[in-house]
């Protein structure tokens, strides 16, 4: 912790206007693995800075496509916004919220899902173009690459998992993808309702660090799978996205839910290797391989397949 409150100072003291005040109040937020936030009150004013773990560029992740897409969903109202940028430890500075979390059993309400539907359709139809790439296939290749190099432990049907993966590979490749904005990384602590006096406050994405140009049914079927929802808040979740509900967007979701689980579980898996924290990421690699598997071994996968390749709806 000693070297975490010298990096906030050392923050602290390369942001213009916070670098010279004296009453300075610094408090460190929970939530966080890899990454490590405090709020920091001066004269009235709260701000969030965001000190980037050690070693995270392993994962794959740009501090520069980070702060461009979180400063993006900032101006457009989705995330909080970025007042400043730390270079070169790409460390970002946001407006302080006052918010809570949403309980996965709130947000998975159908009012709550119309508003996660909009805040990312904004998203995909309003940010700029993103310097930095997101396909689950390539990630997950690179993410082995990496635990090889780490000597992580691989599940004993690794190579089974490999050729489910390219069964979906070779499926959505049938019509392929338009690279859009997106975040990635839907997870529930990474949403929150703004508090407002007297009003209704807005739903607010966090952690923007693995955002990149990628599809559009990887952030749909990472919310879900996040969430856990179930066949009626499937369907809801893709109305209140497209206004309709096709045979071909829901096995696009449908196939995606299952590879958003296997990044999570290689994105445990890389961090067995790297990481130098007490966290159980065997754990948790585990787990998320467990409900890799269930999902496609589902009794419609060859079905969803035939139809995520389809050329019409």
Not at 19 to 40: E, R, W
Not at 54 to 82: C, F, H, M, S, W
Not at 102 to 131: C, E, G, M, N, S
Request: net charge neutral; hydrophobic share 40%.
């Amino acid at each position: 912790m000693m070297t975490m409150t010298l990096a906030i100072d050392k923050a602290i003291a390369k942001v213009p206007f916070l670098a010279g005040s004296k009453n300075i109040k610094k408090t460190a937020l929970s939530g966080g693995i890899t990454n490590m936030n405090f709020k920091v009150d001066v004269d009235g004013r709260s701000y969030v800075i965001r000190l980037a773990g050690e070693g995270t560029e392993q994962l794959g992740i740009k501090r520069d496509v980070e702060y461009a897409a979180n400063y993006a969903a900032g101006q457009l109202g989705i995330a909080p916004e970025v007042v400043y940028f730390i270079e070169p430890e790409g460390y970002i500075v946001t407006r302080f919220i006052t918010g809570k979390v949403i309980p996965p059993d709130v947000i998975t309400q159908p009012d709550y899902l119309a508003r996660v539907a909009k805040k990312l359709r904004l998203f995909h139809r309003r940010a700029p173009k993103l310097k930095g790439e997101f396909n689950v296939f390539r990630r997950v290749e690179m993410l082995e690459k990496v635990s090889r190099k780490n000597k992580a432990k691989f599940p004993h049907d690794w190579d089974w998992i490999v050729q489910k993966t390219k069964e979906v590979e070779k499926a959505l490749a049938k019509d392929p993808y338009i690279p859009t904005p997106c975040h990635n990384d839907l997870l529930n602590l990474n949403w929150l309702e703004e508090g407002v006096a007297g009003d209704i406050g807005e739903i607010r994405l966090l952690d923007w660090e693995y955002a990149g140009m990628g599809d559009i049914f990887f952030d749909l079927g990472n919310f879900s799978h996040h969430h856990r929802l179930n066949e009626e808040q499937v369907e809801r979740f893709l109305f209140e996205y497209f206004g309709e509900v096709t045979d071909k967007q829901y096995a696009r979701l449908r196939l995606m839910w299952p590879m958003s689980e296997l990044h999570e579980s290689m994105w445990g898996t890389t961090q067995t290797g790297i990481s130098k924290l007490e966290e159980d990421f065997q754990g948790y690699a585990d787990l998320w391989f467990a409900r890799f598997r269930t999902h496609v071994t589902d009794y419609r996968w060859e079905q969803w397949l035939k139809d995520a390749g389809k050329k019409t709806k």
